[in-house]
């Protein structure tokens, strides 16, 4: 290999201005103006071409290694820790947890090189189906995008738990809640800690699970919806004002669905590098700890405008009151009612009363309260642990049911339906009395 240079493009362009001016196509002179260079420096390097040859033009230090390295043993302890804590870590992520959590400090690409060059990490490309990517919206709180990531988020735990997040589609901006599957509750949290720290949003887009969506609603033609068959999902979205749209496949939402394996890539190892095992710790984690604080400072994008779409909670609406469950009940002349195996007695006031056999509305607060109302008025009520339910007194029937078999014989005759009632329908003529008389005619 000894008969044989490697050179760069810009030295085989030098190599040929030089061989012009040495067979005096050209000066010196033309040559620096040719090649970028002053005039000194051309002159030192032709003079080094004329001395050395082609070896003259070849830059010294390559193949040498780099004056900036790092220390082998500062590469050897960052492998070392690699390999010993952060083994199923990308280089990037490595890199950002080695300065976090141990105090020390590498380029992602020179971590991403040593790590190539000892076999341990091998980049896999997955290429996917194409797709045209729809553009972001203009402003913060125009579209928020809401779904559920199933998961085994906490480490060494049976079965699996949900991470129910919600991202912004102008800013891809994140809150996230733990939950124990994709619940009315878990979700019913994530907005309600999405309201009170940025406004009510204008647009949810959600999936077409029934927790979302009733089926009855996807069947039924335009027009024809009751509402009844809204979810409490859809009822708090109605009374709030948002407007729910469904996705009919994951692609539709994508940047949630992205966003989910972001998720899966640093919360979960967070959540292994901190030993937690409940959902409250992870939760705890999320908030109090500062990641998704920390998940927005990293990969949030500003907005293409500066309004922000998202709309105050108005006074006269109860936050606490929209985001629960309601259900239908019935008062019982005892002014009680029964809701989840619980009686509740209802006691009237000047302010609000009510009526037996009324309609009532009864909600379950997110905080496992509950309220009874009728409209906007609560009732006030109590909760009854031993209730006995007064009997009805029997009404004695005046007949014994021997008599009233007999003045059911007697009056068997009185029954129309046992009369003669052919005085009452005419008799038909016979088809040859009317022959005779139409020949008669």
């Known amino acids: 290999m000894r008969d044989r240079i490697i050179m760069s493009k810009k030295e085989l362009i030098r190599k040929?201005?030089?061989?012009?001016?040495?067979?005096?196509?050209?000066n010196l002179k033309g040559a620096s103006l040719r090649l970028g260079l002053s005039y000194r420096q051309t002159r030192r390097s032709y003079k080094k071409y004329i001395t050395q040859g082609d070896q003259g033009l070849i830059h010294k230090s390559r193949g040498l290694p780099s004056s900036r390295r790092k220390p082998a043993d500062f590469k050897e302890k960052v492998i070392n820790?690699?390999?010993?804590?952060?083994?199923?870590?990308?280089p990037t992520l490595a890199a950002e947890v080695l300065l976090e959590e141990d105090g020390i400090q590498v380029n992602p690409e020179t971590l991403r090189l040593w790590l190539k060059a000892e076999g341990i990490w091998v980049h896999r490309r997955i290429r996917k189906k194409y797709r045209k990517q729809r553009k972001r919206k203009s402003f913060f709180g125009d579209l928020v995008q809401l779904d559920g990531s199933i998961h085994g988020w906490l480490f060494e735990q049976e079965g699996h738990q949900c991470l129910i997040n919600m991202v912004d589609d102008a800013t891809g901006k994140t809150m996230s809640v733990m939950s124990s599957g994709e619940t009315t509750r878990g979700?019913?949290?994530?907005?309600?800690?999405?309201?009170?720290?940025?406004?009510?949003?204008?647009?949810?887009y959600v999936d077409l699970k029934s927790l979302y969506i009733s089926p009855k609603l996807l069947k039924a033609q335009e027009g024809?919806?009751?509402?009844?068959?809204?979810?409490?999902?859809?009822k708090a979205c109605k009374a709030l004002g948002i407007a729910v749209i469904k996705a009919y496949s994951p692609q539709a939402k994508g940047r949630v669905e992205r966003n989910h394996a972001v998720y899966q890539d640093r919360f979960v190892k967070a959540l292994k590098r901190k030993n937690i095992r409940t959902i409250e710790e992870a939760n705890q984690l999320l908030y109090q700890g500062g990641f998704i604080?920390?998940?927005?400072?990293?990969?949030?994008?500003p907005p293409e405008s500066s309004e922000d779409a998202h709309m105050p909670v108005p006074n006269s609406i109860d936050l606490n009151d929209i985001l629960s469950w309601s259900y239908e009940?019935?008062?019982?002349?005892?002014?009680t009612l029964s809701?989840?195996?619980?009686?509740?007695?209802?006691?009237?006031?000047?302010?609000?009363?009510?009526?037996?056999?009324?309609?009532?509305?009864?909600?379950?607060?997110?905080?496992?309260?509950?309220?009874?109302?009728?409209?906007?008025?609560?009732?006030?009520?109590?909760?009854?642990e031993n209730y006995e339910r007064p009997k009805e007194a029997k009404v004695k029937s005046a007949y014994t049911s021997a008599q009233r078999s007999s003045i059911a014989r007697s009056n068997k005759t009185k029954s129309p339906w046992s009369r003669d009632m052919s005085q009452f329908f005419p008799k038909p003529q016979r088809a040859n009395h009317d022959r005779s008389q139409r020949a008669q005619a």
Request: charge should be positive; aromatic fraction near 10%.
């Open 293 to 301: 604080e920390g998940l927005n400072t990293k990969f949030m994008k």
């Open 81 to 90: 820790l690699y390999l010993e804590k952060y083994r199923d870590y990308g």
């Open 329 to 335: 009940r019935t008062l019982r002349n005892d002014y």
């Open 224 to 234: 024809d919806e009751d509402p009844e068959w809204l979810t409490h999902f859809s």
């Open 339 to 384: 809701f989840e195996n619980t009686i509740y007695q209802v006691i009237p006031t000047k302010e609000c009363s009510a009526s037996p056999k009324q309609k009532v509305c009864v909600r379950k607060h997110l905080n496992a309260e509950v309220s009874i109302s009728i409209g906007d008025k609560k009732l006030k009520t109590k909760r009854i």
């Open 16 to 26: 040929t201005v030089f061989d012009s001016v040495k067979i005096g196509g050209e």
């Open 187 to 204: 979700v019913f949290q994530v907005l309600d800690n999405w309201i009170k720290c940025h406004g009510i949003p204008r647009q949810v």
